[in-house]
Structures are given as C-alpha cells and as structure tokens.
C-alpha cells in the first residue's frame, strides 16, 4: 500500500506492504539507521521514534501505523547542528557502546517535553523503558539533567 | 566544538560520540547492500542427539529460497573453536546443545527465510543428555564429545603453593563452604550479526560485530578451508560485547553462505532469542571451600575445587577456570594453598568470556569466606580484608612474585576513610519498618593480557596521510570500552595535533595489523604501547624531514606543532601538507609491536595449562554498598554504591569512570537478578521481559575514585579498567546482607525469592 507521512520533517512516501515493521521501513527502505533494534519485542528501547512528538517503540509499530503521522527519528531530532540532549550526552559522557543512545535520546527528548524539570528520581523512571548495557545509566541521567537545567537558564 | 589537542590524562570525550549521538555510526548491524540476500540458521532444538535426517527439499522448493545448505556442503574441517576446533559449523552427525545450527538458508527476504526455516524437517534420534556437572563426571556419563580423550572433562588442572593440607591442620580456625554461582548472559544490545558477500576476485569480504576479526580469518580459514588470501574481515565499533562477541558466532555461516550467493551480499542477524539460545555464556559454576586462619585473623591456608561447566563447546572455557583459579585466594596473603579446578562438558548452552573472565565467579566465593571469617573472630570486615592485603613485593595465591602496581590496600583504606563507611551505623539506623539496612564491602582484583603461553601483541600503525592529517590504524576492536579515544589522546600527546586531524582507521584485517582480541582488559594497555613507540618514531622522522626542508642542523631546535613542524631557533615553519608531500608514501608510516610482560617466576604448579596462566599484572578494586532489604517480601534496593580501584594512572577520567559504572551496574544485575535458567539445556527465560538485566531505576548513585598508581610497564602508567569493576558487585551485596539481616548466601543471584525463604528460616529457629 502507498503510506504517506512526514518524516523527519520532510514529506514521505513509501510503497509498503502494511504488515512490515516501521522499524524495517526507517531501516531498510529509508536508510534511516540511526534507529536501533534491541529485542524486537519492546523490551530494550533501543528502537524509540517520535511519532507526533511521542515516543513510541518501531519494533512494535507496522508500516500502516505511520500513515499520515509526523515521525521523528534520531537523524531528524535536531534541523540545525546538535539537539542540546545530544551535545550533553556527549559532554557529560553518556555515551559507550553507543547502540542504546538514538532511543534514549528520543525517551529523554519525550520526558523534557512533559516535565522540563525533572528531578534525577524522575529522569530514571523516565527511561526505565530503554535498557543500557554499557554505563550504568548515571552520565545519562547527568546529560539528561544538565539539558533541562540548560534550557532553564536559557529561558 | 574548537580544536583542542586530545592528551592523555583530561576528561576527553569519546571520539565516536557525536556519530554515536546522530545515529550516523555505522554499526556491523546497519550495513545492507541492494539486492541483500537473507540468511539464517535451523537449530538443533535438542540438547543432545544423533541427527538422522536434514531434509532440505521443501525448503529448496519455496519460491524465493536461493539456497540451503548443511553439514554436507561445508568444506574444510567444518570446526571452529578458539583452542580446540571442536565445534561444528554445520552439525553433521550429532547435536550437542539446542543451539547447534543444523541447516543454513538463504532466502530473498526475511519471511520467506523465516518459511523455509520452517520448511526444514530435521529428524533426531535423542541421547541421554548431561545437563550438571555431576551428570558429567559420573564414571558411566554419556560422553558429549566421544572423541575427547578425557571424555566429558575438557581440562582438570591444579594451582599449588606451599603444603595446604598440613598447614590447615596447624589453623586455629578451618572454615568450610560451598557456593553456586549461575550462567550469564551478555545481552549486549546489538546482537550478533554481519554481512558477506564474494567478490569477483573469488575473495569474500565480511563485515561483522567481532571482538576478533584476525582470530576470525584464522577460524574461517581453518573451518571453511578458505585460503587466507581470499578473507578480509571489517569489524566496526560494537553495540556491546564484553566478550561475547569474541569467538566465532555468525562469522562461517555467513562466509560459507556468501559462496552460495553469486557475488550477492548475504546478511545475518540473529534475533534476541536467537542470540540466548545460540550465543556464549558466563559458566555456571559449582565452588567448594575450605580456608584455615590464625586466631588474630591472619589467613593460612586454603583449599578449593572449583567445577566449570562449559557446556557444549570449549570455546575458552579451560583459560576461563584458569583465570577463576589464579583468583581464587582474592587479592590475599595465603601462604598455603591448594586449588583444584575441573571444567566439563555438558550439553548446556555454550560458556566462554566474559567480562570477568572466571574471576567475577570466584569473586563471590572468597569474599563469602571472608565474611564467615569475620563473623566468626567478631572482626570488623574491612580490618580484616587489609590485614591480609596483597602488598607490592608479595607473592599471590599462585606463588607469582608481584614485583608490580598493588593497590588493594589502598583501595581498601580509601572506602575505610570514606563517609559511606565510618557512618554506617547511622545510616543503618534509618531504615522504615520491616525494612533493615546494610553495608558491605568486597576487595576484588582482575588481571590483565593473554598471560603465559599466547604472545600478549599489538602492532600498531600510524601515518601522516598526504592531507597532513594523522592517521592511527586500529587493529583491536572497540566494543563500547573506549580504546579508541586513548589512541587518540597518545597520538595527541605525542604528535601534539589538534582532534579534527587524528582520524581512526577501525579494524580491517587488509588496512589494519593484528593486535590480538578486545578482551582481557588488555587493549589500550597493548596497543597503546605498541602505539606510543610508533608516534615516537613517526614524531622523529617528521621532525628529521622538516629538517631538511627548513634548513635545520641539528632536530633540538624543532618542534612538531599543529599542522606544522617549526624551527624554534629561526621561526622557519612548515607545514604538514608540505611535508607529506614531500615524503614518500612508505616514509609517513610508521609500524611498532608490542609485547605484554610476563611472569618470570619458575612456578612448578599449573602446568596443565597450556596457555594463559599466570598473569603479572592486575587491576584492584574495593567496593562498599549500602543496600535496604524489604523483609516483607526479601527484595535488595541498593541505595549507594562507592568504588575504589587502582588500574594505574588514569588516562582519561571520563573513560575510566565509564568503565567502573558500567562494570558495577552489570555486575549488580549478576548480584540481583541475573540467571540463564535451564531446563534440560533448553533456556526458560529467554528474553528480556523474563532474563532481568538492571533498568535505570535498578542501579543506584555511584561514586567511583581512582587510587593513584603508577604501573611503570604501561602506557602513561595504566593498567586495564575493563573487567575489575564486575567482580565487586556481587561479594559485597553478599556482605551487605549479612550486615542487614545475618544471612549467609552460598548461591547467587541474590534474589527476593532466596532472601525471603532465609528469613523465614529465621523465624522459624527462635
């Protein structure tokens, strides 16, 4: 079937067999392979879209579901240079093996937008959905927390 | 970001962060190619049997099937294995494990493989199957492999040091135990995968998530029967391994199918169940204890058998038990000592490395005793670990002179001096009702490189490309762990260039040397130096051109600078471009080997170890954490969590505390929740929504210091930080509880499950 939708902020259009996976389509027939699969099975996270600004896990969401909605993956988090959860991951060394980190950022980027201000408690409820196996989670949290006091000043 | 120069010892960040962030890293996962070929694996489904019929021919008849492929169709020895082939690609005869592969398809796309897969009716006549370690030493066990001469024992071997029987007579006090420690899984997230296809040259290219790739060649090599000429292996960053992805997973299948894909790339990629069934394991591990001590707390004497199922294969399962027996004392003064180990088959999922490589097994064990032993003298537990503290100069349990860095004493003293400890029993005070608090400790070391037996050897190679940039080629992959920024910072601090002109060639087995696994906690120590004496060179001969170029007699006055060399005396420059240009294309590259130190002591013990044991190098930690335990229904909150660990001098801050984070959360997992469960070799929990691995919420605030050393063998005075942290954890949870509630476990995990039953007991003996 033809799907349409906004992709990354841009117009797509795909001819898709309705019963593939989004997380196939962003990977295989778009390139977009920024989104990471884990588990296959919603556990790990790892494969975390916006869509309509919320998170949600590809594995789990098949092609039709994306008609007509806006997706954000990790290469379109940010139109110019650095999302600030991307420039603090960096700087405050969330980052190892890096195969969690696309889905995280997109968990932590959902959890910003409904609570700007989270304490550490709610920052690890926040991502108690995307599972790391590499950094014990803390320079997460801290590049987590350092965004919203970052874009607290900046207000 | 500006232009900085990477040096050793800041808090650089990772150079792979930023691709890492945008998701334009390309892991071995992320490669397809047009006109991609799907491959997967029929799996035996049975523990152990003798394979009656592969039938192919439905599978073959499904439209979009391009091949399928069996036991028959491998050429070459059809064996891979790190130390013993004596794992099959395909199984042609027997089956030894549910994960064995048994056919091999190649389908159009993923539903037609997953079709054909089924399609495959594979016939297989059941054996008894040996699924403990007793089944397997028993005198009429089946065997699992019929052809190993010691038939179900892969390796039995024994570490001796001074006469433990008679000393243990001599002890005021002998304190006996037995614990069980279970399987572990990796789960990295990425899991295992890769791409291959034939080239017109006959060659096969493949690109894979490997710990490995050189070993790899070898193993494709030997198990294919492919010249070596005609295999090059690209290994890309991991999405996580910690050892394993070190060892043969997809890497023959997937050659062995692109030369039944007409030039077409062929792509593997196991699911998550998939990577359970089939992928290696931590050893379960079965440890019996007896250690005799003086009455004021001096330990005397120990004696231990330690039993290792590997499972199916060996993979490394006879170097594992090595490791877990040359750890066996702790990082203690034992000067008696007799350590047994015994490490078999089984048809069991297969065991091999990782992180904490046998140690974080026997970890658990030695602190257990002394946590006995202290509640027996009624001494307080951390005076009691730092009276029996290795000190430089020592020898350990193996009888091994340390001559090097020993920091355990003071890593000990730091968490003594630390407010975690000296206000314990204030914090302890605040638990709420049916609730009790406990503070533990557990002293823990790792050691690092290959040990005796297998050269510990990196090449590395460095050049001044024609754009004037510097360019380091890695041959020993990063995984997650880091290595490849500390090659940055040594090229940096060497060749004083900025960030944005040190690129990174990742490991490619016709670009890159060989330099040994990702594994052991060895690859910035090995590479790094085998890297900085190739800086040092290729820093001499750019100085040494400049000097012709520049009209310079004597290379005092030159100084390499970024983008430029300058002489210092006439303020002459010139630039790196000009340089390159200058230079022929063999004069800008520069190619150093090194090799890890080893053991001189002439040890008349362990001699049945052909390879990896002893080791003279090791990493120390010490860890304290306060946990609560909720006696309504037994369950561990781990609410703080202190590190101290002495790995040499610290080469990047950052890096490291990355590495004792990581460690500490996969090691709580192990501590709290984490057991492959077997029933008959079949794994139950095969997923992450029934094998638990710690979320965010699961692992505490953690403060990690490094306790300064300087390991004069090292690259800048470091030791490896990789694996140390995992062996913490555990004991000092085991300790903690015993400070809460004054139970005792033998058997890990701790779970809510097996704390809950301990304190019914309580209970019920008034």
Known sequence: ?155 | MNPYIPEIGKPVSRVDAAAKVTGTEKYAVDYYGNNLVWSGVRRAGIAHGRIRLVDTAAALQLPGVVAVLTGKDVPGTNRQGIVHKDQPVLALEKVRHCGDAVALVLAEDRATLQKALSLIHVEIEPLPGIFTVDDALSPDAPLVHEEHPQGNVLLKATIQKGDAPSAMKGCDIVLEETFHVPVQSHTFIETENGVAWQQEDGKVVLVVSTQAPFRDKWEINHALGLPLDKLQIIGPYLGGAFGGKDGATVQCLLVLAALHAGGRRVKMWWDREESFIAGYKRHAVRMHYRLGARQDGTLQALSCRLYYDTGAYAHLGGEVMALGMEHAGGPYRIPHTLIEGWCVYTNNPIAGAMRGFGVAQVSFAFEQMMNKLSAKLGMDALELRLKNALRRGDQNTSGVTLPQSTGIEDCLSRVQQHPLWRDRKAWKQGAGKFHKRGVGVAAVFNSMGYGRGLPDSALAKVELTQAGCIRIYSGVSDMGQGNTTAFVQIAGQILCQEHTAIELVQPDTERTLPSGSAAASRTTYTYGNALIKACEELRHRLTGRAALMLLADTLDDLELLPGRVKNLASGREIPLTALAAMMPPEDRVCISQFLMPVVRDKLDTGKEFVIGFPHLLFSYAAHLVCIEVDELTGAIDVQAYLATTEAGSVLNPQAFEQQVQGAIAQGIGYALSEEVLLKEGHIVNNNFATYIIPGALDVPEMISLSVAAYEPTGPYGMKGVGEVGMNGPLPATACALIDACGIHMTRSPLTAQRILAELQKQQETP
């Not at chain 1, 969690?100 to 932590?108: D, E, V």
């Open chain 1, 1 to 155: 079937m033809i799907i349409n939708f906004l992709l990354n902020g841009k117009k797509a259009t795909i001819n898709a067999e309705p019963n593939r996976r989004a997380v196939d389509i962003l990977r295989e027939d778009l390139g977009l392979t920024g989104t990471k699969e884990g588990c296959g099975a919603g556990e790990c996270g790892a494969c975390t879209i916006l869509v309509d600004g919320e998170s949600r896990l590809s594995c789990l969401m098949l092609a039709a579901q994306l008609a007509d909605r806006e997706i954000t993956t990790i290469e379109g988090i940010s139109d110019d240079g650095l999302h600030p959860l991307q420039d603090a991951f960096i700087s405050h060394g969330a980052i190892q093996c890096g195969f969690c980190t696309p889905g995280m950022i997109l968990s932590a980027a959902t959890l910003l937008k409904h609570n700007p201000h989270p304490t550490r408690a709610d920052i690890r409820t926040g991502l108690s959905g995307n599972l790391c196996r590499c950094t014990g989670y803390q320079k997460i949290v801290d590049a987590v927390e350092a965004t919203s006091r970052r874009e607290e000043q900046a207000k």
